[in-house]
């Protein structure tokens, strides 16, 4: 989604300072992208579409010293990539980037062009700023903060709005609803950004401006304002991520930095909540049914979740799709506990979801992973992820960290429940102990991983089969194929191909097959024959390594992983598909950290 850097500075540093935070905003996913600089008593606005380096080429034929500027990348959902649709956007005094929906821009335009308003563009973003411009034209007192805010009262969506007034050229004025804004504080000016990645080179003091607070920023001052324009204080926060953590440090793309960050992470989780018996003061045994809502890999890691919260605490989970899920009829009761997963606490549906299941008087848990976003915020209680910035669209810690805290959650319901023994946690105790070994070790195999991208790269398309926690594994690593490679593949139950899709089994048609739940094994195997007696080509994957003598009756290519206990399993048998899917996409020559067309964030819905 779009990303936004406001620099209010008190040195003539601001187009770089704007430049160099966008860049840090890139992993969002963009089109196009533009800066607009005051100085010598006007705005001077830069666009351009495509990447941040076009838009620089611009600016390099330019001399620019300018110390206010406001900076935008564009991630297009009303009107095509293209400059004129790219922010920031200008109409009359007002200057203006926007991260968001306005859902109600229609009506805005027809009112503003039957009042002589023209249009340059056919964006939303565009007729927010002429309505703004409109009001702050009728105002009186010019006072700026009553133009945005009555202008706000009429705009419908979702926004986070800078704003540069032409009667106000060095002061940034911002305001949010439902999409992330922060307000950086540094002792050579202050900054107004989507997220903390943006000026963590300049600073790691921010204040979280929550929905329907605004922000009137200078260089040296920051005021901060309630709904009712009263002026509040609020907390400062420091960001406890480092602007390293958004570097590669030598990894070709994020995406590998962040899978090979994954037997760290998942250890230091273990050893955070394991042992640390009050990160949860909800009593989960308490509530007869459990709702996950999230959406894409962390709606998979839900679904992980479903069949170890079934399997081990024998609660009834639905893990449902949080764009579904918030316009379905809810049927929360009060022993209803809803648990939300999010790795950036800001996509849109899944924080809709979780207000509609406050709303209806669910208990609701977060797990997240960006300190402070809004679902966090939100949620009754949070339980951090702290996998450290994921930059990469394609999540990969991000997912696993989630997957290992409702791991952590089972067994904390179980002990609730009095039907945690000893034999389990000792084991799950013991296995934690060696985790990221056995991790590090499956990663480490890089050689392959390779072997099986060559044998896949070129295929049109391809199946991911499993049962039971398998075939959860093979939506997840289903979707990050199709993400980063752009291949299409689909993951079945691998008893349901029968019913339609075997149909499309011909010659060579790659299929990836885990085995990996003892009690499931032999039926998955009779499936995979079916699919090899057809012509298949088997990349078959399981920690069943009894049954070696076997494996080629039905196998082209055999990984075989580390067997860990159940509530471990798929953390271990994730790392193949990551690695499988990294490995196609490179061989495809595909933009592995910023996929055509995805966000890292999807702050609209
Ligand atoms: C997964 O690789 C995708 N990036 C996407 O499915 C993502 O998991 C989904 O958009 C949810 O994002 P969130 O965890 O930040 O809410």
Not at 127 to 141: D, L, M, R
Not at 149 to 173: K, N, P, Q, V, W
Not at 261 to 269: H, M, R, T
Not at 541 to 561: C, G, K, M, Q, R
Request: some cysteine.
């Amino acid at each position: 989604m779009c990303g936004i850097i406001g620099y209010s500075s008190k040195k003539k540093n601001a187009k770089d300072v704007v430049i160099a935070g966008l860049k840090n905003l890139e992993y969002r996913g963009y089109d196009s992208a533009g800066i607009a600089t005051s100085e010598n008593g006007k705005i001077n606005l830069y666009k351009a579409k495509g990447k941040i380096a076009v838009l620089e080429d611009k600016l390099n034929n330019e001399v620019i010293n300018a110390s206010t500027a406001i900076g935008h990348t564009r991630w297009a959902t009303h009107g095509e990539p293209n400059e004129t649709n790219a922010h920031p956007h200008r109409v009359g005094n007002v200057t203006l980037v926007h991260n968001g929906i306005i859902e109600n821009y229609i009506e805005l335009k027809n009112f503003l062009l039957k009042n002589g308003v023209t249009f340059n563009s056919s964006t939303d973003t565009e007729v927010a700023c002429a309505y703004i411009n409109y009001i702050y034209q009728k105002s009186e007192n010019k006072n700026k903060l009553q133009v945005i805010s009555t202008a706000c009262d009429e705009i419908r969506g979702s926004y986070a709005f800078s704003i540069i007034f032409d009667d106000e050229l060095d002061t940034i004025y911002a305001t949010r609803k439902d999409s992330p804004l922060i307000i950086g504080l540094s002792d050579d000016g202050n900054f107004a950004a989507s997220d903390i990645s943006a000026i963590l080179d300049y600073t790691n003091k921010y204040i979280l401006l929550e929905h329907d607070e605004f922000a009137k920023i200078t260089c040296d001052d920051v005021e901060i304002y309630n709904k009712n324009l009263e002026k509040i204080d609020k907390e400062i926060m420091f960001a406890n991520w480092s602007a390293t953590e958004y570097k590669k440090n030598g990894y070709e793309h994020f995406m590998l930095k962040e899978i090979n960050e994954q037997p760290e992470v998942i250890s230091k989780l273990f050893n955070n909540y394991f042992e640390n018996e009050d990160y949860l003061s909800i009593n989960i045994a308490d509530y007869d049914t459990i709702h996950i809502v999230a959406c894409g890999s962390a709606m998979h890691a839900g679904m992980i979740g479903k069949y170890l919260f079934e399997n081990f605490a024998s609660i009834p989970v639905s893990v449902e799709i949080a764009s579904e899920y918030r316009y379905k009829k809810q049927l929360i009761t009060p022993s209803t506990l809803v648990i939300i997963i999010s790795q950036s606490g800001e996509t849109a549906d899944s924080l809709a979801a979780l207000r509609i299941a406050k709303e209806h008087g669910a208990k609701t848990i977060a797990i997240v992973n960006v300190v402070g976003s809004s679902i966090s915020r939100e949620a009754d209680e949070t339980i951090y992820t702290y996998a450290g910035p994921e930059i990469a669209v394609a999540t990969t810690k991000g997912y696993t960290s989630q997957v290992a805290i409702l791991s952590m959650l089972v067994l904390n319901a179980m002990k609730q429940k009095n039907i945690l023994d000893d034999s389990l946690k000792n084991k799950v105790q013991e296995e934690i102990g060696k985790i990221k070994e056995v991790l590090s070790k499956v990663i480490d195999n890089s050689e392959k991983y390779i072997k099986i991208a060559s044998a896949i790269k070129d295929k049109e398309h391809l199946f991911f089969l499993g049962r039971g926690i398998d075939y959860t594994l093979c939506l997840e690593g289903s979707l990050k194929l199709k993400e980063i490679s752009y291949m299409h593949s689909e993951a079945y139950a691998a008893g349901e191909l029968k019913h339609g899709t075997i149909s499309l089994i011909e010659e060579g048609t790659p299929v990836i097959a885990i085995a990996t739940d003892k009690t499931l094994y032999e039926k998955t195997v009779s499936n995979i024959k079916e699919t090899k007696a057809r012509g298949a080509y088997v990349i078959f994957i399981t920690n069943n390594d009894e049954d070696v003598e076997n494996y080629n009756d039905f196998a082209d290519i055999v990984l075989t992983i580390p067997k860990v206990t159940e509530l471990l399993q798929p953390l271990v048998t994730i790392l193949p598909l990551q690695l499988i899917a990294y490995e196609t996409a490179k061989m495809r020559g595909c933009d592995i950290d910023k996929p055509k067309n995805l966000a890292k964030s999807v702050t609209v819905e």
